[in-house]
């Protein structure tokens, strides 16, 4: 099941005090670049903090289909997106922040149209908190066309997700239990299933219980179980997942902390794949891995790490084993500019395979350098470079490249 997704969330619950979320001020996402606000706009008696934000782009994509060597559809697109934030401090002990930004991305060749985008976010984040007890609910709708991990296909989608995560806290026992709901709509066809037959809605719910002998110190175990629900059982079966382990968050150094999870993972499916004994995948196995660290050694320098062992839902089975890490860093070159880079590599694996054909497995690679510059206060440029390398058993091999340059905006 996927409770890696609440990690980082654990990080900022675990770490975060009331005094710091009520007098700090976080720079601002912009797509996926951090600005820090050119200004504070605010409103009723302070309680009210609003950022516009803007971004306008221009890039070359070598592979927009993600298609095998030789025929590759390649171009160059624009991009634009416009966004606000709002941070309404309701009381000294309830915050909500409110999310939204809308993004337009154009290929200038027309016969590249369906790679073209019209998407965006919309989101709102409650936090009610007090001493020992810290509650958080979220709710969010995004429009998409993210790679597939197992086919490199941009696939538009849209998803719906709420969730409820609380944190208790005694004098030497933590507990941090979360339940949500996540709903997948595919708007287009993939290489290997109809926009309807992929349709979802995953639901969650995972709890974490251990002892705390620092604030930053956290020993535990856990325990999550999740029920995938296909609106159309056309091609792909529903499941039932239930994962254990254990986990640890521990402070490496004075700016450094690490937060690692082991255990394994367990699905049971209705049947196997599209019916087929031959695949042999109603019930499937596979260890979960999670461990996230960042070290800030100097301020506007960092280095982070992460590795992932998961169970997906496939494109072509039951189940795909996926696991990977990453490498990312950012290095200040001068007081406003800084040297962007990251690695990783991933594999994933299907439960099953047809009689006489072999699993369908993928290894890619990818990697990004760039370089950052805060031009003023409220306003960064970035070019970037990302370089991707995808083998797989049967599907399509394929190579992409994609350099663009972002100029974002926050005030």
């Known amino acids: 099941m996927r409770v890696d997704r609440p990690v980082a969330l654990l990080i900022a619950i675990a770490c975060a005090s009331s005094a710091a979320a009520a007098d700090s001020v976080d720079p601002v996402l912009v797509k996926d670049l951090e600005v820090a606000p050119r200004a504070n706009l605010t409103l009723d008696d302070d309680t009210l903090r609003v950022h516009p934000k803007a971004m306008l782009g221009v890039g070359f994509n070598s592979n927009i289909f993600a298609e095998v060597d030789g025929q590759e559809n390649d171009d160059i697109y624009v991009r634009g997106l416009v966004g606000l934030v709002a941070d309404w401090r309701l009381n000294p002990h309830q915050k909500l922040t409110i999310n939204g930004e809308l993004e337009v991305l154009n290929y200038l060749d027309s016969d590249n149209e369906e790679g073209n985008l019209v998407g965006g976010l919309l989101t709102g984040d409650l936090r009610l908190y007090q001493t020992g007890a810290d509650v958080r609910l979220h709710g969010g709708y995004a429009r998409f066309d993210d790679p597939l991990i197992q086919s490199g296909e941009r696939i538009l989608r849209q998803n719906i997700d709420g969730s409820a995560t609380v944190l208790l806290q005694g004098t030497t026992v933590r507990t941090v239990l979360e339940v949500g709901a996540s709903a997948t709509d595919y708007l287009d066809d993939g290489i290997d299933f109809s926009e309807e037959s992929r349709d979802n809605t995953n639901y969650r719910a995972v709890g ?7 604030r930053d110190t956290f020993y535990y175990a856990l325990l999550g179980v999740d029920f995938n629900d296909y609106w159309e059982n056309i091609q792909y079966n529903d499941s039932l997942g239930l994962t254990a382990g254990v986990g640890a968050q521990v402070r490496l150094g004075v700016r450094s902390v690490l937060t690692a999870e082991g255990g394994v993972t367990y699905r049971m499916y209705d049947d196997n794949y599209a019916g087929v ?12 891995v999670s461990v996230a660290a960042r070290w800030p050694w100097e301020s506007g320098s960092q280095v982070g790490l992460k590795l992932f062992s998961r169970i997906d839902e496939s494109l072509t089975s039951n189940a795909a084993w996926i696991y990977g890490l990453q490498l990312d860093g950012r290095y ?18 299907d439960s099953g395979q047809g009689s006489g054909i072999p699993a369908e497995e993928r290894d890619t690679i990818e990697a990004m350098l760039g370089v950052e510059h805060e031009i003023t206060k409220g306003f960064v440029g970035r070019l970037k470079g990302t370089y991707t390398d995808s083998t797989a058993e049967l599907s399509n091999d394929f190579t992409r490249y994609i350099v663009a340059l972002d100029l974002a905006v926050a005030y």
Do not use: F, K, M, N
Not at 208 to 214: E, I, K, P
Not at 277 to 288: F, H, I, L, M
């Open 208 to 214: 974490r219980v251990g002892w705390t002998s620092a």
């Open 277 to 288: 004994a031959a695949y042999d995948d109603e019930d499937v196995y596979a260890p979960y």
């Open 332 to 349: 200040r070159l001068l007081a406003h500019s800084a040297l962007i880079g990251a690695v990783a590599g991933y594999h994933s694996e």
